[in-house]
């Protein structure tokens, strides 16, 4: 027996983006003391008040079916704040509750294409956008941008690209290069939107997250708040990247049909993980304030430590928890750059080459280990560049 032609096409089996963190794990379940700065997964636990919050949930007997959709409370909540955040009124009924914004890109994809219809993303690109355009049946296109441009898509390459498109994938703040979209790029992407009648998918999950600038959702932008669907989670702002919890935005006449998705494939979240979403959505402003500060504070130590060291070239990240490194100058590609590294130093970084072909000769650093041992990582990373420049 054979699978089906739309799940053996989700991965293009060209590479794995994930493999050194699967060789770094191996490593650190052997005993390796290995600094791991691969994955944006946060390195303290989710604080007290929100299990406290998920716990007495649980324990009040939210342990049954859900709304499919979303527990109306949680939904009013979201819908509140998009309103407060965007300016554009927001219906709770415009909200689908998601297993994190995975599972909301997923649904959004599901909603705004068809199979065989192309969609656009742009690169450097989260590893996953490529496998959720070909799991909704979509055909892939990808824009490239230049670090020349600080990650900027360019207005005509951009028109160029979304020809023929029936959606593009918009992420600001950007992972892996920390860019925040300026407003001359926000707009130039709305007017191509309503030219070529697109929808966009604007993955916002780093919205809390920005040191440089100032986020926009495009959903603001004029004409743009019928054709936009937002996807976002509390994964990053409130470290609660395993409670699988996020939501999906979007018109009305649209999100009906997304809550039909839910009902075939999810069947909902668990009611005990939403309740604590909505503590951390109400009463936990400060906890994001916290996870705000941690990483101000640990991107001005990677600007201090990294900033103007031999062999490396960085643009300050405007937002997100990484910083994006171009290694070129060592004469070596990332993966190679990546595999060296934990071979010689016992610490992993993502190679560029999982994030595109746009951000080949580069390496992502998560900023995920507590200040010290990420100090002495970025140092003995950054000798690391140094020493393979010379050979170079």
Known sequence: MRPSLRIAGVSSGTSDAWEIYFRASERIAAGAPVAMLTIGDHDWPTEAPILDAMDASARAGQTGYAHMSGIPPLRAAIAEQMTAQTGISTTPEQIQVTPGGQGALYAAFMACIDPGDRALIIAPYYATYPDTVRAASGVLSVLDTRSEDGFQPQRAALEAACAGCRAILVNSPHNPTGAVYSEATLA?????????????????????????????????????????????????????????????????????????????????????????????????????????????????????????????????????????????????????????????????????????????????????????????????????????????
């Open 188 to 392: 130039a992407i709305a007017e191509i939107a309503v030219a070529q009648d697109l929808w966009v998918i604007s993955d916002e999950v780093y919205a809390t997250q920005v040191y440089a600038g100032a986020h926009r959702s495009l959903r603001a932008l004029p004409g743009m708040a019928e054709r936009t669907l937002v996807v976002n989670s509390l994964s990053k702002s409130h470290v609660m990247t395993g409670f699988r919890i996020g939501w999906l935005a979007g018109p009305p006449e649209i999100m009906r049909y997304v809550a039909d998705l839910g009902m075939a494939t999810t069947y909902g979240v668990p009611g005990f993980i939403q309740e604590a979403a909505l503590f951390a959505l109400r009463d936990g402003a400060a906890i994001g304030a916290r996870t705000h500060a941690v990483y101000a504070r640990r991107r001005a130590l990677a600007l201090d430590i990294l900033g103007g060291a031999n062999g490396l070239r960085m643009l300050p990240p405007q937002g997100a928890m990484y910083v994006f490194l171009d290694i070129r100058a060592t004469g070596l590609s990332g993966k190679a750059f990546a595999n060296r590294l934990l071979d010689e130093e016992e610490i992993a970084v993502m190679p560029g080459e999982s994030f595109g072909d746009a951000a080949a000769g580069h390496v992502r650093v998560a900023l995920t280990l507590e200040d010290a041992r990420l100090e002495d990582a970025l140092r003995r990373l950054a000798g690391f560049a140094a020493r393979h420049a010379r050979e170079g």
